[in-house]
């Protein structure tokens, strides 16, 4: 039995994230000779060039794209494998890479790190927020917070509570221009969306007689953060709707007003996602159920 040249596998994926081999040798502190032999040696087992080369440009071929994802997770697996070792003898340690929601992560995932932080003391975390979708794998991330409708994927889920949309406006605006009762009269009206939503003009609602509506909302404002969305609802300049995280305390203060109210626009679910293999580290692992104990409550 010949084992994988695992080496190889993990110099390739340096290639890739650093975009070049001078820069996969620094990274790794290998002569950039030793770096072109591991890729030329992992080519030749596999039968396959990974790389257009050029004296300007170093590009992927079809094969190496195929094969980038299971690179990275072998370098993955093998770094939490050394991880796990080192951490059965002593406290946790090490960097964590966790990617969460904008508004959600400011609002609810940043006050609760520092209780984790003092009580782990060896324990780095970067955070990274962002309402567009990460790439765990392909950006090294060990894990992330999820507000969606999970995908069939070979990502791992758990799903740690509900999100309650609510469709609102500014009390200024229902004065101005009367609040609908149905999701048919939105189209009468402006709206503000969502635009990271798949369906950002698209609204869909659910009545508790079992019906069921689409309606098309359009309007002035479309934007990729639901919290840079109030200035503007406040302002009564349309309708939004909004997750329970960003709309409860404007709804508590007066700000804003829960609008259609016997029509919901559906729950979306907030998920702790993490690589497909079930191999972590400790301090990966005990940031898990420290998440999950701390946002399944709220």
Known sequence: ?????????????????????????????????????????????????LFHRSSRRLTLTETGKELVDHARRIV???????????????????????????????????????EFLCA?????????????QTDLIGEGYDLALRIAEMPDSSLRARKLRDVTLHTVASPAY?????????????????????????????????????????????????????EAMLPTICDGVGIARLPDFIADREISAGRIKPILADWSPGRLALHLVTPPSRLRTRRVAALIDYLAEKLSAK
């Not at 697996?77 to 966790?98: T, V």
């Not at 503000?192 to 689409?214: C, N, P, Q, T, V």
Request: net charge negative; with cysteine.
């Open 174 to 226: 229902l004065s101005q221009y009367g609040e609908p009762t149905h999701p048919a009269q939105l189209g009468e009206h402006r709206c503000l969306s969502y635009s990271f939503s798949r369906k950002a003009e698209i609204w869909d609602y659910g009545h508790a007689d079992g019906s069921k509506i689409s309606v098309r909302a359009e309007g002035p404002l479309q934007i990729n953060n639901g």
């Open 1 to 49: 039995m010949t084992l994988p040249d695992f080496e190889a596998w993990a110099i390739f994926a340096s290639v890739v994230e650093h975009d070049s081999f001078t820069g996969a040798a620094r990274a790794l502190g290998m002569s950039k000779a030793t770096i072109s032999k591991a890729v030329t040696r992992l080519e030749n087992d596999i039968g396959a060039p």
């Open 76 to 114: 993955v697996e093998g770094e939490a494998a050394m991880d796990a070792a080192r951490e059965e003898a002593g406290e946790l340690s090490g960097m964590i890479r966790l990617a969460a929601p904008m508004s959600f992560g400011i609002g609810q995932v940043a006050p609760i790190l520092g």
């Open 120 to 132: 782990h003391r060896g324990v780095n975390i970067d955070l990274q927020l962002s309402d567009a």
